[in-house]
């Protein structure tokens, strides 16, 4: 088993923490996220960040918020979210996280019982659901024409939904009419953007979805696990995955996925 300075040193490594791995190129942050399955944007916790990888002055020193991004690198996030095979989904407590196709699995149980919860309601959630399961994906401006929601009403019926997985928006370019272009989103229902179920219930699912965190941190403490998703997820999970090999603990309260 590997020790907790050793499982350290491959986390520098893997999660591309020190200057010398440094993302160059959009296509080293599309392979970034294949190897790791999951990205935060910015660093936030042991899940690996994809702004911390490019390791590149911030667009306005000691500003918060969108001025600590990289400087020249801050488009990566939106651009490997329009790649095939990549999910960029709200799911890390209402931020951006993003999914290789392969590791959004796990999301999707839990996104489908959110959705089946949300449909069921008497609320502006539902109406939305309902919108987008006869029209299809649907450009913003047509979501609060069709809605009659001012931008504030639905940007909080979204982000309620987005959180869980249950509604999934995506960047869009469309025509401004004027020969030039603006930026939107889309909405779209989870089941119309991953449209085969994977047959597991939730508690399989939050357990793979600590599976896929822990993997792609390397080694994370177990205080932290908890709080990396919407979904709440106990220590009876995490101590099943214990239980069941699936995890090891290196050394006392880390977690790193198990070698046997």
Not at 6 to 22: G, I, K, N, S, V
Not at 158 to 180: N, T
Not at 232 to 256: H, K, N, Q, Y
């Amino acid at each position: 088993m590997a020790t907790l300075a050793e499982l350290r040193q491959r986390r520098l490594f893997e999660c591309r923490l020190t200057p010398d791995r440094a993302l160059g190129t959009l296509d080293e942050a599309d392979a970034f996220l294949r190897d790791r399955g999951v990205l935060t944007l910015t660093q936030d916790s042991a899940l690996p960040s994809l702004f911390a990888a490019c390791h590149e002055e911030p667009y306005k020193r000691g500003a918060a918020g969108f001025g600590s991004w990289p400087k020249t690198k801050w488009p990566w996030g939106g651009a490997l979210a329009l790649r095939p095979g990549v999910l960029a989904l709200k799911v890390h407590r209402g931020k951006v996280l993003l999914f290789d196709r392969d590791a959004a699995r796990a999301v999707d149980p839990l996104a489908r019982a959110a959705l089946a919860e949300a449909d069921k309601a008497a609320d502006d959630g539902a109406r939305l659901l309902r919108l987008l399961r006869t029209a299809g994906p649907s450009q913003l401006d047509d979501v609060k024409n069709e809605l009659g929601l001012e931008a504030p009403a639905l940007r909080k019926v979204r982000e309620k939904l987005e959180s869980v997985g249950a509604v999934v928006s995506r960047d869009i370019e469309i025509d401004d009419g004027k020969g030039g272009h603006k930026h939107t989103s889309e909405l779209a229902r989870w089941d119309q953007v991953w449209t085969k179920p994977w047959k597991a219930n939730t508690e399989q699912a939050l357990a793979e979805l600590v599976l896929v965190g822990v993997r792609a941190a390397v080694l994370a403490h177990q205080d932290e696990v908890g709080k990396w998703f919407s979904w709440p997820i106990e220590w009876s999970t995490v101590s099943g995955l214990i239980a069941a090999r699936r995890l090891m603990r290196p050394g006392p309260g880390f977690l790193a996925i198990s070698e046997s």
